[in-house]
Nanobody
Framework: QVQLVESGGGLVQPGGSLRLSCDVS????????MAWYRQAPGKQRELVAI???????HYVDIVKGRFTISRDNAKNTVYLQMNSLKPDDTAVYYC????????WGQGTQVTVSS
């Protein structure tokens, strides 16, 4: 059974940076396009960034130029480097495949506040 374990969140001041990690166990990780999603309080979960199986990337407009998604197929891990963080980035961050094929993990809380 596939498990998704997100980590790396925390409290950071506006303008700060965090690097999130998602460890994926129990799957042929390299064949999947992977994505980061986030859910802010009172809002629906939304897509943030995608990295394909070949490594190409896509970002939603609100994080372009600030976030970088990457993957390490040898470690079955996908990363999200977040720079120039804003209070609106506050949310629980999750990873999953592009098609949301796996059960959701617990997520990792990111809070951007002064």
């Amino acid at each position: 059974q596939v498990q998704l374990v997100e980590s790396g969140g925390g409290l950071v001041q506006p303008g700060g940076s965090l690097r999130l990690s998602c460890d994926v166990s129990g799957s042929s990780f390299s064949i999947y396009g992977m994505a980061w999603y986030r859910q802010a309080p009172g809002k629906q979960r939304e897509l943030v960034a995608i990295v394909s199986s070949s490594g190409s990337t896509h970002y939603v407009d609100i994080v372009k130029g600030r976030f970088t998604i990457s993957r390490d197929n040898a470690k079955n891990t996908v990363y999200l480097q977040m720079n120039s963080l804003k209070p609106d980035d506050t949310a629980v961050y999750y990873c999953n495949t592009v098609s949301k094929a796996f059960d959701w993990g617990q997520g990792t809380q990111v809070t951007v506040s002064s």
